[in-house]
């Protein structure tokens, strides 16, 4: 599958490796300097987990940073999504944190990204000033940037309903165990019986939704982390030659690249990434500017967030090495 989307972006035009003369032209000091933002990013995204997590057990920081790592670097290179049970896994296989309530915590972890993110997307994309009219094109191919914004706000209100069904799943969780119950136990009782145990352990998952001594928290490390990844983009931005690019337009690249990697796809995101990526940039520059600085921007933002991700993994792995169940059950929730 990548290397179908790598034929499609090379024969649209959309430089996968970007010309020499491009490269040379980069500031190399930003590039690294964008990489030690991702590491304040990434120890960022990984421990506000903690909020999610201490209402249902208590889990060592060093385990929450080694599970997330490893989580967040399968997540990016298994195609179609499969990554993401892999955290659920290591924190089941960990302690005593079933996995079904840790699957919640994740659930519940990526609807509110995904409903900041597009919050962030919905203010920052006008706010940036874009081309008018929008290319219904960049290259050769018919990358439909004047429907992102249309794109954006759609994802806004999906995010929306998703946050309140969240809400609703937990505050009704008897209701959704009645309801799972009796729909399934329709093909087998015993499917049902199953299923509804899980969407009650998973339900667990969202017990930090009523207490604003976790949830506030939450919410304001979330922001920072997202606010972090919007600096560095911009800062890399800059670095490879977007010229008066604003703090608002890469709010929007990287709103686009979220709204982009959505749907499941091939391994590390490819094409989806790029094509997200150059959509962006064509928001508010040029064809010319997109397909020159843009095509470094593009590839070095890739290289450099996959290249950290296999460091911070490899940094889970050894700081966490102990795999003696660890995680202390608050309530005592069963296992799967």
């Known amino acids: 599958m990548a ?57 060592p920081p060093r385990q929450i940073l080694a599970v997330s790592w490893i989580g967040f670097l399968a997540i990016f290179v298994l195609p179609f999504r499969l990554g993401e049970v892999v955290r659920p896994t290591l924190y089941h296989n960990k302690g005593n944190l079933s996995f079904a309530a840790a699957t919640g915590t994740v659930g519940a972890e990526r609807i509110i990204d995904g409903l900041i993110l597009m919050i962030v997307l919905g ?12 290319p219904d094109h960049i290259g050769k191919l018919p990358i439909p940037v004047v429907a992102v914004p249309a794109a954006a706000y759609s994802m806004l209100v999906l995010f929306i309903c998703a946050f309140f069904a969240m809400a609703l799943f937990y505050w009704r969780r ?11 136990g329709l093909f087998s009782p015993r499917l049902g019986d199953f299923l509804s145990r899980q969407v009650e352990k998973m339900s667990e998952g969202f017990r930090f939704l009523p207490s604003p001594k976790h949830f506030v928290p939450y919410l304001a490390e979330t922001f920072l982390y997202w606010a972090l990844a919007a600096a560095g983009m911009w800062l890399l931005a800059w670095g490879c030659g977007l010229h008066g690019v604003t703090f608002a337009q890469a709010c929007t690249f990287m709103g686009v690249l979220g709204l982009g990697i959505i749907v ?47 460091v911070h993994a490899a940094a889970g792995t050894l700081i966490d090495r102990d795999h003696a169940p660890a995680a202390a059950n608050v309530d005592g929730p069963s296992k799967l």
Do not use: C
């Open 264 to 310: 499941p796809g091939a391994p590390g995101y490819f094409g989806a990434f790029q094509g997200s990526v150059y959509a962006g940039i064509a928001l508010y520059f040029d064809e010319s500017v997109v397909l020159g600085p843009g095509s470094a921007y593009v590839f070095l933002l890739y290289v450099v967030q996959l290249g950290m991700m296999f």
């Open 174 to 184: 008897e209701f959704a165990r009645r309801v799972t119950s009796r729909v399934f």
């Open 123 to 134: 203010i920052a994309l006008p706010l940036g000033r874009p081309l008018s009219p929008l």
């Open 3 to 59: 290397f179908v989307f790598w034929l499609v972006l090379r024969g649209g035009g959309l430089p996968i490796l970007p010309d020499a003369s491009v490269l040379g032209a980069v500031r190399w000091w930003t590039v690294g300097a964008y990489a030690l933002t991702l590491v304040g990013w990434s120890v960022v995204r990984a421990m506000r987990t903690r909020h999610l997590l201490r209402p249902i057990a208590n889990v």
